[in-house]
Each structure stands twice: as structure tokens, then as C-alpha cells.
């Protein structure tokens, strides 16, 4: 028995969902998202609510039914509030700048590295060292952001890297020294 799969997925005011067979569309206020649900999985708009259900207990059944549903929960949520992942930049020389939709990272390099933001994404930087990832695309924020990421990864001798804001690098020590 799935949980989260038998909720019910509450469509607020001012989104229009359409779903047309497997293919659904959810439009808010801020953007539109859409997504192709596996062929084994039904969806039904009642009301103001969106039900998913699955046609039996098989395995694969089971595990498409609670995540069509928290897939379809998110694009609910993103249209009505942006998904955003904030990202820290820590070490000497290290910073970010905005350049029209594109984000010039100085890490260390002989070069700047530079960041395309794709269609949905947007960047905002609080000041040089902490970049805002927003989107309404729950995954592709966290792609993105993970991308940023994955240019100079946090060490864990000095913390130098970006890291995100929630995240928590565990230090080593350093080579002892003789007595």
C-alpha cells in the first residue's frame, strides 16, 4: 500500500491542470510544466484534485505509483512557488558575477568558467560568494545547481569549493608534523 501515491494531489487556485491520456499539464503563475507518466499509471483530475492510482500490486507498479504522484505534486508546487537551491563559495579569489543569463565563475583556474542558464532557470546572486538557483522544474533546479557545483567541488582540508548553503563539510585533519 502506497502512502504517498494514495494522497491526493491538491490543485490551489489559479493553476489549470490538463491531463490528455498519460501526457499532463500544469500552468500557475509562474510558468508552465509538462511530463509523460508511465503507460501502467492512471491519472484522473476530480475537482480540485489530481488521484493516481496503479492497476495492481506488482512491483514495478508499486514504485511508479508514489513517485508519479510526488512527480506531479512538484510540478503543482513549482508553477505556484519557484524551487530554488542556494550555493555557497568559499575560498581566497573565489567569486561569482552575472553577465546578462549567464553566471562567470572565477575558482581558481587560468580561466572564468561560465554557467548557461537554461530556459526556466534563473540566477540571483545575494552578493559574490552566494548564488540563488530558481526554476520552476524541481529537477532541473537541482541539475543545474548540482552542475555549479560539480566545477570545483568543496575540499575537505581547507573547505575551499562550492558547496550548498544547507550542506556540511566534514574537515580532515592535516599531516601531523614529527615531535
Known amino acids: 500500500m502506497s502512502r504517498i501515491g494514495n494522497m491526493p494531489v491538491t490543485v490551489p487556485a489559479g493553476v489549470e491542470v490538463k491531463i490528455d491520456g498519460q501526457h499532463i499539464t500544469v500552468k500557475g503563475p509562474k510558468g508552465s510544466l509538462e511530463r509523460d507518466v508511465h503507460p501502467n499509471i492512471k491519472v484522473e483530475l476530480d475537482g480540485n484534485e489530481i488521484k493516481v492510482s496503479r492497476p495492481d500490486d506488482t512491483n514495478i507498479n508499486k514504485s511508479l505509483h508514489g513517485t508519479t504522484r510526488a512527480l506531479i505534486h512538484n510540478m503543482v508546487e513549482g ?4 524551487f530554488k537551491v542556494e550555493l555557497e563559495i568559499n575560498g581566497v579569489g573565489y567569486r561569482a558575477q552575472k553577465q546578462g543569463n549567464k553566471l562567470v565563475l572565477s575558482l581558481g583556474y587560468s580561466h572564468p568558467v561560465e554557467v ?3 530556459a526556466g532557470i534563473s540566477f540571483d546572486l545575494t552578493d559574490a560568494n552566494h548564488i540563488v538557483v530558481r526554476g520552476v522544474d ?11 557545483r560539480a566545477k570545483r567541488p568543496p575540499e575537505v582540508y581547507r573547505g575551499k569549493g562550492i558547496k550548498y548553503a544547507t550542506e556540511h563539510i566534514r574537515r580532515k585533519e592535516g599531516k601531523a608534523g614529527k615531535k
Open 138 to 148: 524541481k529537477e532541473l533546479v537541482g541539475e543545474v545547481a548540482n552542475g555549479i
Open 79 to 82: 508553477v505556484v512557488n519557484e
Open 116 to 118: 548557461e542558464a537554461p
